[in-house]
């Protein structure tokens, strides 16, 4: 009896901890999951490669692959090679995790997927141990150095509560987007729907890398799980994101809804602000951005693209982003820095106005590319050297610049201009009339408005330069305020 006691133990080499057979490897695959922070199995099946090697590099598959995980993402498997291995995850097509029900889908699953209820993200299609984000205990099976379980003949590939968990451990990298809720009133974020992409151009520019509608904190999670895609190592120019929608709305106090744009642009003018219009395609590139969403200072993306990474100060893109374009939508990229502007609200009153000068918004902009701490809340119109552009629910969707809000100069579906008198003189300007449809009065009734437009410049003569600026902030004001008493 005490020699078989013997045999056994020298046969099976008990593990220390639990008394767990070595001549076995148990792990655990697990996820970190930054909606509750908190490590989560791998759903049940996902397929596991265990690739064996030697100290001369020599590699052997092993001969069950693949395994197998169970529903607490754990394997269990006979190790054929006391040496070394690590181990291979390899899907056949493009694979998510639902976290909301820890399952395995793919994209045909998408599609009929209801991304407000649901939360996924993408698995790169192949990736291990040694070029992915994993977190492992200190045990003496791992080398943190090779990032690969080395000298199995000494060492039990187990933990010390039994299963070895190996967590994936991303970068989750945070993104908001904002927009102004026109029947409420008050900025908001987009409430969990937007599936978005990452990519690395340096990698591939026309299939995604990452690509998550995870959502915390009124943002979008997304991770970056290959190695090659750290912030540490990648160009922060080459990273771009996007995301599509079809017929989506967030409708005022009720959150992501579906409608027809024909079916919104015949409702009444203020029913028609209660339901925001999300971008049909959205891309980052040459796009400004802020850190969280009370943020007033506005950065290049491509500078911002390795920040993020805390969900208390994520990047922010505001949707509300006004952008010129032609009528075909195509973003214009003339813009001369010294150019003023003015915005008007949906109430025709100037938005921002300047202190001196009533008449031009404050702020400057060095392209043409106008975030909404310029333009301010529901603007209308953008006026610019006499020009005058029409801001509806347009985006622009060719060009430098995609998913903003397009100003379009003249538009004729809510405006007509017309010149009434040419010059006398040649320093005493044109007069045109421009009447805008889809505008608000003071007490917010619907009614087009009249604007009167002048064009013209005034000569000093014997006067101060105490007198000119007098003039300049209220001479232009009171001549107005004299033509409205005319009645």
Known sequence: MTENRLLDAQTHRRNRYIGMDNRYGYLQFMYHNPVTNSNVPFPSGTPIN??????????????????????????????????????????????????????????????????????????????????SKWTIDSVPVYDTATRTFRNLEANPLSGAGGHLPVVLTPEWQYFGFQFYDQHARTRRMVPQY????GYNEDIDEDNPVTKSNVFKDDSICLPWIEDRNSKDVRNAQKIVLNFRTT????????????????????MQLKERFKHYDLPEYWSSKNWGAKFGQDGNAYFAFSGMANMGFNSTAPIVF?????????DELEYDDDWDNDNHFTFFNINMAINNPQTNRHYWTQGT?????FPMGITGNHPRVLAV?????????KRSVEGDIIGARAAVRDDSSVHYGEE?????????GNIELHYFADTLDQSDNVLASLLVYWSCEFEADNVTDAQVENFR??????AKNVWERKG
């Not at 090679?81 to 395995?104: G, K, P």
């Not at 017929?247 to 015949?266: P, Q």
Request: no cysteine; proline share 3%; aromatic share 12%.
């Open 247 to 266: 017929n989506a709305y967030v409708d005022s106090g009720a959150g992501i809804a579906r409608h027809t744009r024909d079916e919104v642009r015949a």
């Open 318 to 326: 505001e949707l509300d982003t006004v952008v010129i374009t032609d």
């Open 50 to 131: 265990i690739i064996y090697f030697d100290n001369s590099g020599a590699e052997t598959p092993h001969s069950g692959n693949p395994l197998s995980t169970d529903a607490q993402g754990k394997i269990t498997f006979f190790i054929e090679h006391r040496t070394n291995l690590y181990f291979e995850i390899n899907f056949d097509q493009r694979t998510y995790i639902n976290i909301t029900s820890n399952r395995l889908i793919h994209d045909s699953d998408i599609n009929n997927l209801d991304t407000k209820t649901n939360m996924i993200f993408m698995l790169p299609q192949r990736f291990n141990l040694k070029n």
């Open 194 to 197: 937007i599936i978005l992409n």
């Open 420 to 428: 009434v008198m040419r010059p006398y003189h040649w320093v005493a």
């Open 385 to 393: 050297n006499g020009r005058f552009y029409d801001i509806t629910d």
């Open 473 to 478: 902030r209220l001479g232009m004001t009171n």
């Open 365 to 369: 902009v060095d392209r043409n590319f």
